[in-house]
C-alpha cells in the first residue's frame, strides 16, 4: 500500500468515526442523552463485551480485549457498579481475581441504549432518499467486511 493512500485511510477513519457518534448523538431529546449518552464510550464497550462472551470475565481480562489499562477499568467498573449495572465477585478458583458480571439491569440499560440509537438513526436518515440510504448500506456493509479481515 503507498504512504499517500493509507494516509487517507486515517484521515477518513479518524474524520469519520466522531462524525458517525455525533450524528447518533444529537438528535436525542435531552433526557434521553443524559441517560444513555452521558457515559464515556468504555462504559458501553464493557457492557458489550460482557453480554457477547456470555461470561463473567476477571477486570484484567476485559481490559485486554479493550485495550483498556488497569487503572482506567477499575474506575470503569466502580461507575458501571456504581450504576446498578455490573457485580463483582471472587473468582471460586482464585480468590484474588476479581470477576466481573452484567445484571439485569445492565442488559436493560443496553437494550434501551440500543433502541434509542436505532430512533435517532433513522430520524437521521429520513433526509435520504432510497437510492442514497441502498448506497450508504452498501458502503458500511463494506467496511464491516473489511474490518473482519483486518482482524
Known amino acids: ?56 470475565l476477571s477486570i484484567s ?17 466502580d461507575k458501571l457498579v456504581k450504576d446498578g449495572n455490573v ?7 482464585d480468590r484474588r481475581i476479581i470477576k466481573v458480571e452484567i445484571t439485569e439491569e445492565g442488559r436493560d440499560f443496553m437494550i434501551h441504549a440500543q433502541d434509542s440509537v436505532k430512533v435517532n438513526i433513522k430520524e437521521n436518515l429520513s433526509n435520504l432518499d432510497e437510492n442514497e440510504i441502498e448506497i450508504l448500506n452498501e458502503s458500511l456493509e463494506n467496511i464491516r467486511k473489511l474490518f473482519i479481515k483486518i482482524q
Open 1 to 56: 500500500m503507498q504512504e499517500n493512500e493509507f494516509q487517507r485511510i486515517v484521515d477518513n477513519i479518524l474524520i469519520y468515526y466522531p462524525l458517525f457518534y455525533r450524528k447518533i448523538k444529537t438528535s436525542m431529546n435531552h433526557e434521553k442523552r443524559l441517560k444513555y449518552y452521558n457515559k464515556p464510550l468504555g462504559y458501553y464497550q464493557v457492557l458489550g463485551t460482557l453480554i457477547n462472551t456470555g461470561s463473567s
Open 61 to 77: 481480562e476485559i481490559g485486554k480485549m479493550l485495550y483498556i489499562s488497569k487503572p482506567n477499568m477499575t474506575a470503569l467498573i
Open 87 to 93: 457485580k463483582r465477585s471472587r473468582s471460586s478458583e
